[in-house]
């Protein structure tokens, strides 16, 4: 077999083989960068049917090992986000489902590009702990029935591979890729169900509803083929979810809300996600009565209690949760003011960008993060702004990047002299 034909197949817009595909894979570490580049963007512009799409997943899973959780009792959920800004989510709903007696197995990535990663967010904790083996994890939630941790190095190491390939080759939003990508790394980790979140909008990598149903069934229908039950949420990023973006004021924004301080878009998406959970572990019956158990967790204080347990678990210090000043803090902060108006919009991609440029997130795989920077925002879209008032706040360590970023954050935000309705968070679920 011979990898130039390959792309040339794919390049002629014909459908790649089993032996094929399965090929390219075991090419990795052989084969040099410049010819996977090239079949990715032949897949990228040409595309992949639903077999080849499994084929490459299953060929991805193949890759490396394949995470045995028996030993925990109960079904196992894991979740997992498309990416997008602000999108706190897990931080919310790993304790709080786990307070309702869902064991929890999340592993979470980094955050690359304009995106936020979870275990960014959890690394902004003081002495927080990402990296476990799978028996340290195994322990953790059979003793406290929650860890949220790295991907082991063997855990679908094509998808490593290929994933920090797209990103530097214009090769991310591909419905085939991304959904391979996705669902190798969730099959590996050996859960019993999976619920995803599938972001859709100016923050997302899939722009229009229709790009992301597609992709949601993309990915609920590879979880048919291997028997798991795959939920996918469609939500919207057309706005940054939570009003903070930037690690520590995510992991701030996630205690305020298990606190039962706030609630909003986050909330919102955060219970939506978490209720699927408890329905696919058979901790509930009905979405409604799932939601009713988390927001008594969050009434009760039990989800919060868990967030300690898993933050001591995990070697962090959890005097965070009462007192924000032992996280790391800016030596800069810049309130930001705009003409008056109603929001109408934002380049939510561009507030990403805007936020990596403060510090918070990388421009370059092995960059260090600056976990205090990042920007509040004061309005959403469909609030009436007062410009007496900042519209934001920006946060950093260097005065040169709050003036860099705010440029770009202040030409990301839309404002209209007309009323403007509020966006609806949840877009649509797929389930088969
Ligand atoms: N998240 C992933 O894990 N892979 C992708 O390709 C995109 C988002």
């Given amino acids: ?20 595909i399965f090929y390219v894979i075991d090419q990795i570490g052989k084969a040099p960068d410049y010819q996977f580049a090239s079949l990715l963007m032949a897949i990228c512009l040409n595309g992949m049917n639903k077999t080849e799409t499994a084929l490459l997943t299953e060929a991805m899973l193949m890759s490396g090992d394949i ?12 979740k997992h986000s498309t990416g997008g800004v602000a999108d706190t989510t897990t931080l919310v709903l790993a304790p709080l489902t786990a307070s309702c007696g869902l064991p929890v197995v999340k592993m979470s990535g980094r955050g ?19 990296s476990l083996t799978q028996a340290q994890a195994v322990k953790q939630v059979k003793d406290i029935g929650v860890v949220v941790m790295g991907q082991t190095g063997k855990l679908c190491p094509a998808d490593g591979y290929l994933y920090k390939l797209r990103d530097v080759t214009g090769t991310v939003q591909s419905i085939p890729l991304i959904a391979s990508s996705i669902m190798s790394k969730k099959i590996a980790v050996g859960t019993d169900a999976i619920v995803l979140d599938v972001k859709c909008g100016s923050g997302a990598f899939m722009k229009n509803v229709d790009d992301a149903l597609e992709l949601a069934e993309e990915m609920v229908d590879i979880g048919g083929l291997i028997n ?11 706005q940054p979810l939570g009003n903070n973006v930037g690690n520590t004021l995510e992991v701030i924004e996630a205690i305020e809300i298990l606190k039962g301080n706030e609630k909003g878009d986050l909330y919102e998406v955060s219970l939506g996600l978490g209720s699927q959970m408890l329905v696919s572990g058979g901790i509930a019956s009905t979405n409604d009565e799932a939601y009713d158990m988390l927001e008594k ?31 790391k803090q800016p030596k800069f902060t810049k309130e930001i003011y705009l003409q008056g108006g109603y929001v109408s919009g934002f380049d939510t991609e561009a507030v990403g960008r805007a936020s990596a440029e403060l510090g918070a997130g990388r421009t370059s795989y092995d960059m260090p993060i600056d976990y205090s920077a990042g920007i509040v925002l004061n309005a959403r879209i469909g609030d009436k702004y007062d410009p007496s008032v900042p519209f934001a706040v920006m946060y950093s360590d260097s005065e040169d990047k709050i003036n860099s970023a705010e440029k770009i ?17 949840i877009l649509g679920m797929v389930a088969r």
């Fill in 1 to 20: 077999m011979n990898f130039i034909d390959i792309i040339l197949k794919k390049k002629n817009k014909e459908e790649l083989t089993e032996s094929e």
């Fill in 228 to 238: 798991k039950k795959v939920t996918a949420f469609i939500t919207n990023m057309d």
């Fill in 297 to 327: 967790n969050i009434s009760n204080g039990k989800g919060l209690e868990k967030l300690e347990e898993m933050i001591k678990a995990q070697g962090g210090d959890p005097d965070v949760l009462n007192d924000y000043s032992l996280f």
């Fill in 112 to 130: 690359l590009g304009h995106t936020g990663g979870t275990l960014d967010k959890l690394e902004s904790i003081p002495g927080f702990n990402v």
């Fill in 67 to 78: 995470i045995d959780l028996s030993e925990i009792e109960g079904i196992k959920v894991d």
């Fill in 409 to 425: 954050f202040k030409d990301s935000v839309r404002l209209s002299d007309t009323p403007v309705e509020k966006p609806k968070v």
